[in-house]
């Protein structure tokens, strides 16, 4: 009974957690609406020139409302996996990720509304802080995760054996982290910034592909 207890007590957490942020970032909207310029800059080149715009009704609550989404698919998907019984052994962590992911939305959101108020910044370098600390937890996560369809490196090789799946994740891991590493150098070439981000994610996702169907193959040799 204490055990259950404790599992629900999380699980409110977590909602009330998510369900905050979300609600924050659609009374900041809210707020900050009258002063937003009719054109807020949305977008921004890799030399952090701003080169695109929205309404300010999509600028302030667009984010808000794609982590709605969010988070409704990542509360259902669960339930559409054949292997969703294998999310109670990871719970914590897919939880913690779908947190991570709507505080990053919502951390995004605040830092245009921040620029669009004339506080200009180098807006790349505070997008590539989040997506360090967003990606690294992608190689915790990763790391923990057991077979199932929606979350981890789910190649055919993977999903067919639970060991290449193991092993494929324990690397995976490895690499997502070290290319989370990365990401956080380009932070000293500015100019280079977005290819010390894409690049390690490309040749990670290659290398783990690779890597998994090598697995398999000697696998079946031996």
Known sequence: MKKSNNNKLKLNVFYILSILLIISGIVIGLVYYPVMPEKMITHWNSNNVPNGYSSKLVGLFLSPMISIVILVLFLYLPKLDPLKV?????????????????????YINVLSIIYNLGYLFN????????????????GILIQKAPQ??????RTPW???NK????KTHQ???????????????????????MYFVLIPIFLSVIIICIYSYRLSKTSCKN
């Open 171 to 193: 690397f995976g891991s490895i690499l997502f982290k070290i290319s989370s590493i990365i990401m956080l150098l380009g932070l000293f070439f500015e100019k280079y910034m």
């Open 86 to 106: 294998n999310y109670s052994k990871f719970k914590n962590y897919y939880d913690g990720f779908i947190l991570m992911v709507l505080f990053f939305m919502f």
């Open 158 to 160: 993977t999903l067919s």
């Open 123 to 138: 807006f790349g370098t505070y997008m590539v802080l989040g997506l360090f600390i967003l990606f690294y937890y992608c």
């Open 163 to 166: 060991e290449n799946w193991i």
């Open 148 to 153: 199932n369809w929606f979350v981890g490196i």
